[in-house]
């Protein structure tokens, strides 16, 4: 099968989620300034240890091979060793994303004696000023000790997770270097205008000039650096990126977040692309099976507004979420259309009317953080 059928394949959904990530909790000792499910504090709500053994058994008969992990961060959860051990126990590999705060000695060489089990540790920047104005004060430092525990005890390859903004594009090789110091993996990823991420998008998201530059950048290094797929929009500027070129929201990738409610995609928290809750009768099997939204996302989707434009076999109009919270159609260009095909309808979009998240969990009061000076370039 050639890489359009499989893609066209997929487009049409499949039995199970390739990629689904499963937020564990909205509690975090972070409050970073893009984070995607405007974490902070734990909901009353959250699935009990008995409810999450409930899911993995069945996504186990899902034949579910690999989840990610995520949160909030998913280490403050007193149950996560059981849950990691749970899931390995049952034939699904796990990748955690974590912010290292809780990865010391001891559990680096717990985390290390576990099969199936890939970590990837979240930084923002090559250096504390960079990181810590988006992640909070002392993060980067931590981050780094988590990075030193997991080398010392031979954890082997764990992945280096990088958001792009406009403040670290210049520290791509950096951030590369450093990966290979550890011996680990660089995984880079697009910055949504999600979760928090709605309110700092315009100041924080890579410039168009900057755009071409990560483009660059991933056609000299891609072969070597994950992306989750996240730079497909991208394509449009030639040659396309290593990985599937789709949105994959409802047809191989989904989100379940902490109190079950299930997602078309990690990026879309919000009422409108909520498919249903794994507590519902038939559980999470139901909702990817049968849901009317999931469903719906499977169907031909049309090219809209890009229909006339060269590149959309190319680009496939962008990402969806990043339309939705910025106020833009589903089926109109990507906010970050290299093209710029899509700045004048951002220009008319009243800052402050774009749809917001359907649920804020952020602490009451803002870590403290020294701002970075605003790029004004294009």
């Not at 579910?64 to 051990?85: A, K, T």
């Not at 670290?168 to 951030?175: W, Y």
């Not at 056609?219 to 994950?226: A, Q, R, S």
Request: glycine share 8%; proline share 4%; net charge negative.
């Amino acid at each position: 099968m050639s890489a359009k059928s499989l893609v066209e394949e997929m487009k049409r959904g499949l039995d199970a989620p390739i990629c689904l990530t499963w937020e564990l909790t909205y509690a975090c000792n972070l409050q970073c300034v893009h984070c995607l499910s405007s974490s902070g504090q734990r909901d009353e709500r959250e699935l009990s240890t008995e409810e999450a053994k409930k899911i993995l058994d069945d996504l186990r008969d899902l034949q579910v091979f690999y989840i990610n992990i995520g949160g909030g961060e998913p280490m403050v959860r007193r149950d996560f060793f059981e849950l990691l051990e749970y899931s390995v126990a049952n034939g699904i590999g796990v990748k955690f994303s974590t912010n290292g705060a809780f990865i010391d000695e001891e559990k680096a060489r717990r985390l290390a004696a576990m099969d199936y089990l890939d970590i990837q540790i979240s930084l923002d920047g090559v250096d504390a000023v960079t990181n810590d104005a988006i992640r909070g004060e002392g993060s980067y430092d931590m981050a780094i000790r988590a990075m030193e525990n997991l080398k010392a005890a031979n954890f082997g390859q764990f992945k280096i997770s990088v958001v792009v903004t406009r403040h670290n594009v210049s520290q791509l090789d950096q951030f590369k270097a450093l990966a290979d110091h550890y011996g680990a993996q660089l995984r880079i990823t697009r910055l949504r205008p999600a979760g928090r991420g709605a309110d700092t998008w315009h100041e924080l998201h890579p410039t168009n000039a900057q755009q071409r530059e990560i483009y660059n950048w991933l056609l000299k290094h891609g072969e070597n650096v994950l992306t989750g797929d996240s730079f497909f929009h991208l394509n449009a500027l030639g040659e396309s990126l290593p990985g599937l070129n789709m949105c994959g929201a409802g047809r191989v990738v989904c989100l379940i977040d902490p109190i079950g409610d299930v997602y078309a995609c990690p990026f879309v928290i919000h009422d409108e692309f909520k498919a249903g809750n794994v507590r519902d009768e038939g559980g999470f099997a139901k909702v990817w099976k049968q849901s009317d939204l999931f469903l719906s996302l499977r169907e031909p989707q049309s090219a809209g507004a890009c229909a006339s434009c060269g590149a959309f076999d190319a680009c496939q109009g962008g990402c969806m979420a990043a339309k939705f919270f910025t106020g833009l159609p589903l089926d109109g260009p990507d906010p970050e259309c290299v093209g710029g095909d899509a700045d004048e309808a951002l220009s008319i979009i009243s800052r402050g009317s774009e749809p917001k998240p359907s649920m804020d969990h952020s602490k009451p009061v803002t870590l403290t953080r020294k701002k970075l000076p605003v790029s004004t370039a294009s």
